[in-house]
């Protein structure tokens, strides 16, 4: 059975640092997107990053590129969203999902949800200003 396993949020002054963990079991890695995904109060869910398992491809939002980093640690089944200079507009529940897909994408497919077959549960992360 796959299972997601999101960690790592909190509360966090404007401008901090947050590290989020996505520990994914019940499958391996091979030809799989990690994405994580946010939602805001009233406001739809957006993707935020995604990494591709073989490619190592990465895909990231506007709003976050300079400031977040994704990486991967395979060995670990454990997918990391590393979010510096964190805004208040960063707030919201923050969710991991896998994919399957062998052949390249575009950022917004890979940051689509229609992408993702399973889901984590949620971490919150709120940004005070």
């Known amino acids: 059975e796959v299972q997601l396993q999101a960690s790592g949020g909190g509360l966090v002054q404007a401008g901090g640092s947050l590290r989020l963990a996505c520990a994914a079991s019940?499958?391996?890695?091979?030809?799989?997107?990690i994405g994580w995904f946010r939602q805001a109060p009233g406001k739809e869910r957006e993707g935020v990053s995604c990494i591709h398992s073989t490619t190592g491809s990465l895909y990231y939002a506007d709003s976050v590129k300079g400031r977040f980093t994704i990486s991967s640690d395979n060995a670990q089944n454990t997918v990391y969203l590393q979010m510096n200079n964190l805004k208040p507009e960063d707030t919201g529940v923050y969710y991991c999902?896998?994919?399957?897909?062998?052949?390249?994408?575009?950022?917004?497919?890979?940051?689509?949800?229609?992408?993702?077959?399973?889901w984590g549960q949620g971490t919150q992360v709120t940004v005070s200003s």
């Open positions: 019940g499958f391996t890695f091979d030809d799989y997107g």
């Open positions: 999902a896998t994919g399957w897909w062998e052949h390249p994408i575009t950022t917004t497919q890979a940051l689509g949800a229609s992408m993702y077959s399973h």
